[in-house]
Nanobody, 115 residues
């Protein structure tokens, strides 16, 4: 059974930084495409960033220049480093791992950017 778990969320002031982690049990993340999504209050879930097994990365416009996605295969973890956080970054952040038709989502971690 594969279980994906996000961690690292919380409350941060505007302009601050936060690092989210995505780990998995029951599988090795290094063979998966892994993506971070977020769902702001009252809005649909949206892609933030993604990384391939070969470490190719892709960012949406909202994340470019402020967020960095990376992976540490030894720790079976994918990170999302978020800098320069804005109130509009407030959302539940989800990790999705996918390989072919298989995909696994975590339960999400809340990020709140507020003074």
């Amino acid at each position: 059974q594969v279980l994906v778990v996000e961690s690292g969320g919380g409350l941060v002031q505007p302009g601050g930084s936060m690092r989210l982690s995505c780990t998995a049990s029951g599988t090795r993340l290094n063979i998966y495409n892994v993506a971070w999504y977020r769902q702001p209050p009252g809005k649909q879930r949206e892609l933030v960033a993604e990384i391939t097994p070969m470490r190719f990365t892709n960012y949406t416009d909202a994340a470019k220049g402020r967020f960095t996605i990376s992976r540490d295969n030894a720790k079976n973890t994918v990170y999302l480093q978020m800098n320069g956080l804005k109130p509009e970054d407030t959302a539940v952040y989800y990790c999705r791992s996918s390989l072919g038709r298989n995909e696994f989502w975590g339960q999400g971690t809340q990020v709140t950017v507020s003074s």
